[in-house]
């Protein structure tokens, strides 16, 4: 999965075959609505990398 430079989420492939969407910056799972974001298939993975990338844009463009 190749993301944006500017994106803080991404999605690695572990070893069991699942992916985990994580913090680029931390190297953390993250969690969205209490569930931390592991042990997906690559279509969630890709899929919530997206919405949490498009969230973090959109609360970056509210920083005065």
């Known amino acids: ?3 944006r430079t500017d994106n803080r989420y991404d999605a690695r ?10 913090d680029i910056f931390t190297g ?3 969690s969205w609505e209490n569930r931390i974001l592991h042990r ?5 993975a ?3 990398v997206d919405l949490m990338n498009s969230r973090n844009a959109d609360a970056r463009r509210s920083i005065p």
Do not use: I
Request: no cysteine.
């Open 46 to 48: 890709d899929d919530l």
């Open 1 to 3: 999965m190749t993301r």
């Open 13 to 22: 492939r572990e070893e069991d075959g699942t992916w985990t969407v994580y």
């Open 28 to 30: 953390t799972a993250t």
């Open 40 to 44: 997906l298939d690559a279509d969630d």
